[in-house]
């Protein structure tokens, strides 16, 4: 079969899919077979394809037109201009996730930060893209899934890190430093709400990673109540935050000196507390 027929046969098959975007997608998934650039495709349009990229390319397409989200099914996502491993057991990281890092760079860059916690790494994009910057600085990330503590150090050994370890905790469980820094993009969804996540998401992404309890407060109020002992004077707290939570988060932390940063929707979407002396 030649290269643009594969092409039209797959724009054909994921049609109708809900949550694709075929055009783009027959593209970039055939040229990652191929292993060359987009630009490639339209060059070689009359190449003929060998069958054992087609029979790839036809089952990626299947997987997708399922539901599978593409990063599983390439095991890879790209976050803050770097790649990262990611499987079916974590989390895909999300483009808003990019903005928490802007936050912690900033106030990286404003004081003096020795160390700093991140609890529900995940694939471990955020803690890892902070340590590849700040090199004298130590970092721990915790998750209580062990899927997720694998895949960080998965990461963590492609990057070759040496400042930042991964432990298995739930939530400051075994936890024995005090830090200038705590960060967490937990799982904040209403309990009831999951239902209503579409097919991507709900289906195919861990539920660990969603479930934030009844109101989708539960795990800020579990960090927010460690914040005496687990946070250094002067340190930083810094979470990721669903749209409609800023006021919430602001009377949980009505002691703090607190700002709420926007996405680029103008929706709330990270929150910065500053613990007193
Ligand atoms: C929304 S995901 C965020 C993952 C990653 N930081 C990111 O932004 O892509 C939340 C993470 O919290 C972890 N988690 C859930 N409950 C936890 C707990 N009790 N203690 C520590 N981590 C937990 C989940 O396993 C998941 O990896």
Redesign the pocket.
Known sequence: MELNEALKEGLNYLEDSKYTNPFFEVRLILSRLLDKDISYLIAHDKDILDEKILDEYFSILEKRKNGVPLQYIFGETE?FGNKFFIDEN?????DD?EI?VEALIDIFEKNSVRNSL?????????SITMAMRYSDVNFTA????D??IKNTKKNIERFNLENIKVLK???Y?NIEESYDIIY?????IKSKDIEELQAEVKDYE?M???DGGVDGLF?YR?IINGLDKYLNKNGYVIF?IGYDQGDDLRELLKDYSVEVLKDLSNKDRVVIAKKGE
């Open positions: 976050f974590v989390l895909i990281p999300r996730t928490s991140e609890i529900g790494a995940g694939s471990g994009i955020v915790v998750d209580i899934s899927y997720a905790s739930n939530l469980e967490s993009n937990p799982p904040y861990p660990l990673a969603l795990f579990e990721e």
